[in-house]
């Protein structure tokens, strides 16, 4: 076959002559064979499967590969009930070309799931996003906030000297309405190459790509390591900080693209042609070490990694849905979009194909779903756009949306001079005790956003050097609308003597003062700070609500907070730095009017009484 090195007119000159030929011979079998590769060179695809077939009415044998080639032109083009018997035709050949008869294969399945597609299209309504992200420009790539509030993409603002210059747009929502976007500021964008944005859950992360090995040409100071690299930039205040480049650890001489953080902050997801992996390009993931380093990339896996091509990785924040492309699963036959969810193992599952007209016969890529899993974002060049790739929205149906999720979200400041913190947060699933997402405020307004996946119930810790450390929990498997955001104000108390501390994650079980097992995440938590903090001392209260005798309530709220003193002590703290005491229901916080106020009086606290 002719490449693309042919220009135009060396294309038409053997046009030109092969036609003579059959002219001249109708049944001379070999211009045939030529011009349809001349045809299929200038994707002139219906001109190319007309002279296959002409060659093949001749002699059906002349070339075994000849359906081979006509089949796999239908293909790109949506013709596959005749790809398929063509590829069927091909296959009964003996002998035949190890690779060709595994693509053909390969192929023929795509035309069955294709042709069962068809039949059976998805829901499918996309919306184009209008005229204020949209431009008669390419946009593509988005990124968007959890709380669906920030959307961030890529616009390439191509010159007549410069086809391919990059740059980030980006987009508030305000009462509902995406605002008209506005480019993201030098500090990001130059006059190179940016593209492929993934925005942390939170807002505060932005981790994208740069291009080529570069010097310090744009006044950038991004020197990479290979053909594409993954910088990130950190939000302080409204502005956004000098990008660095992730590293050797993670990028390589060869191609690193697209990357996706995970709403835990402990793990990037991204496409790379490295070695080691099973294709063309492969989905690999870097975990956050405890250090703050990043760990050896590690391959994704053959579940979902082929022989072809995989790119466009998503995570989504409920941290168990990803959203990938790939040529190399069954599908329509070029890349497809597919979902994959982790199951309960924490292992990934089969994917699925998102489906027809989701999917094509042409290349689909760059799927987005926001926090909320009803809406889902890509680009696109089709017909009532604004021109080139605009960006459009349409909803998921049930069957392909990722689990719910919900968030918290609020500032953080000093309680004394209500100057904002950049404090460090941990959400840990009580059940398990594990440490399910990591997070830190932002260190110029103290802004912060916690996801939390619903059906569980949590323990938040913030914590700040100089401070005492802030708890709070979220029990999501109660019922209360599990979708609806919370919103909260974190004043951190410095430390100075008689400030109090709830110990809002410390449990009991109802008129009893053995710890339940789910409060150890809590006590662990005063651990570590009075190990961080070896010369205070502080003493522990229990207190009840008024229901009942009183002298009971005295004993049990002294009995639960000698539970904790014994569990601190058994823990490493020093008993000399310890006391106890029990107010039983002498010092309500609220009136005990209600069930949930005699809820908010059941407490066990802790004072700083030395430093």
């Known amino acids: 076959m002719y490449s693309l090195q042919y220009f135009p007119v060396k294309l038409k000159c053997h046009r030109v002559n092969t036609k003579k030929a059959i002219e001249k011979d109708p049944t001379f079998i070999e211009p045939h064979y030529l011009l349809a590769q001349i045809y299929t060179e200038a994707n002139k695809f219906q001109d190319a499967i007309a002279e296959y077939t002409k060659a093949l009415q001749i002699s059906p044998t002349f070339d075994?590969?000849?359906?081979?080639?006509?089949?796999?032109?239908?293909?790109?083009?949506?013709?596959?009930?005749?790809?398929?018997?063509?590829?069927?035709?091909f296959l009964k050949n003996k002998n035949l070309n190890p690779d060709s008869r595994d693509l053909a294969e390969q192929q023929l399945s795509n035309c069955v799931f294709a042709i069962e597609a068809l039949k059976n299209p998805v829901p499918f309504a996309p919306k184009n996003m209008g005229e204020a992200l949209n431009s008669n420009l390419d946009e593509y790539f988005p990124a968007i906030t959890a709380d669906d509030l920030t959307f961030l993409y890529t616009r390439n603002n191509r010159t007549t000297t410069s086809p391919l210059q990059e740059d980030f747009l980006v987009s508030e929502k305000i009462n509902g309405v995406w605002a008209p976007a506005t480019f993201l500021g030098s500090g990001i964008n130059t006059p190179g190459n940016e593209g492929a944005p993934s925005i942390s859950a939170d807002g505060q992360i932005l981790f994208f790509i740069a291009c080529a090995e570069m010097d310090n040409s744009y006044g950038s100071n991004r020197k990479g390591y290979g053909s594409c690299d993954i910088f990130y930039s950190q939000k302080v205040g409204k502005n956004w900080a000098r990008p660095y480049n992730l590293g050797?650890?993670?990028?390589?001489?060869?191609?690193?693209?697209?990357?996706?953080?995970?709403?835990?902050?402990?793990?990037?997801?991204?496409?790379?042609?490295?070695?080691?992996?099973?294709?063309?390009?492969?989905?690999?993931?870097?975990?956050?070490?405890?250090?703050?380093?990043?760990?050896?990339?590690?391959?994704?896996?053959?579940?979902?990694?082929?022989?072809?091509?995989?790119?466009?990785?998503?995570?989504?924040?409920?941290?168990?849905?990803?959203?990938?492309?790939?040529?190399?699963?069954?599908?329509?036959?070029?890349?497809?979009?597919?979902?994959?969810?982790?199951?309960?193992?924490?292992?990934?599952?089969?994917?699925?194909?998102?489906?027809y007209p989701i999917n094509t016969f042409t290349d689909e890529n760059s799927l987005l779903v926001n926090g909320a899993g009803n809406l889902a974002y890509?680009?696109?060049?089709?017909?009532?756009?604004?021109?080139?790739?605009?960006?459009?929205?349409?909803?998921?149906?049930?069957?392909?949306?990722?689990?719910?999720?919900?968030?918290?979200?609020?500032?953080?400041?000093?309680?004394?001079?209500?100057?904002?913190?950049?404090?460090?947060?941990?959400?840990?699933?009580?059940?398990?005790?594990?440490?399910?997402?990591?997070?830190?405020?932002n260190s110029g307004n103290g802004e912060f956003l916690v996801t939390l996946p619903i059906d569980k119930n949590y323990a938040l810790n913030v914590s700040q050097s100089g401070y005492?450390?802030?708890?709070?929990?979220?029990?999501?498997?109660?019922?209360?609308?599990?979708?609806?955001?919370?919103?909260?104000?974190?004043?951190?108390?410095?430390?100075?003597?008689?400030?109090?501390v709830e110990l809002k994650n410390v449990f009991f079980e109802t008129a009893k003062f053995d710890l339940k097992p789910e409060s150890k995440v809590e006590l662990n938590k005063l651990v570590a700070f009075l190990t961080v903090n070896k010369t205070l001392r502080i003493q522990l209260s229990g207190h009840t609500d008024n229901v009942g005798d009183k002298k009971m309530n005295q004993l049990l709220s002294q009995n639960r907070a000698k539970s904790v003193y014994e569990y601190l002590i058994a823990n490493g703290i020093d008993l000399k730095r310890l006391t106890y005491v029990g107010y039983g229901d002498t010092k309500p916080k609220v009136k005990n009017d209600t069930d949930e106020n005699r809820a908010i009086n059941r407490r066990t606290e802790f004072k700083v009484i030395g430093k």
Do not use: C
């Not at 999501?476 to 400030?499: A, C, H, Q, R, W």
């Open 378 to 441: 890509f680009a696109s060049s089709r017909e009532g756009g604004f021109g080139g790739l605009d960006l459009y929205q349409f909803e998921l149906y049930d069957a392909i949306r990722p689990e719910k999720i919900t968030y918290v979200k609020g500032k953080v400041f000093d309680a004394k001079t209500k100057q904002p913190l950049g404090a460090h947060f941990e959400l840990i699933d009580l059940a398990t005790a594990k440490q399910v997402i990591i997070s830190d405020a």
């Open 468 to 500: 005492l450390f802030y708890s709070a929990n979220f029990s999501l498997k109660e019922s209360v609308d599990k979708t609806k955001p919370f919103t909260m104000d974190v004043p951190l108390e410095p430390i100075y003597n008689g400030n109090v």
């Open 248 to 355: 050797p650890v993670v990028n390589t001489k060869y191609w690193e693209t697209q990357p996706s953080f995970s709403a835990d902050g402990k793990t990037l997801y991204f496409v790379s042609s490295r070695p080691g992996g099973f294709g063309g390009s492969d989905i690999w993931y870097s975990t956050l070490k405890e250090d703050g380093s990043w760990g050896a990339p590690t391959n994704i896996g053959k579940k979902i990694n082929t022989a072809g091509k995989e790119e466009s990785v998503f995570i989504h924040p409920d941290g168990n849905t990803l959203y990938f492309s790939s040529n190399g699963h069954i599908g329509m036959g070029k890349l497809d979009i597919y979902v994959v969810r982790k199951n309960v193992t924490g292992e990934w599952g089969t994917p699925v194909n998102l489906g």
């Open 64 to 89: 075994k590969k000849a359906y081979f080639l006509l089949a796999n032109i239908e293909v790109s083009i949506g013709k596959y009930v005749d790809a398929k018997l063509d590829y069927e035709t």
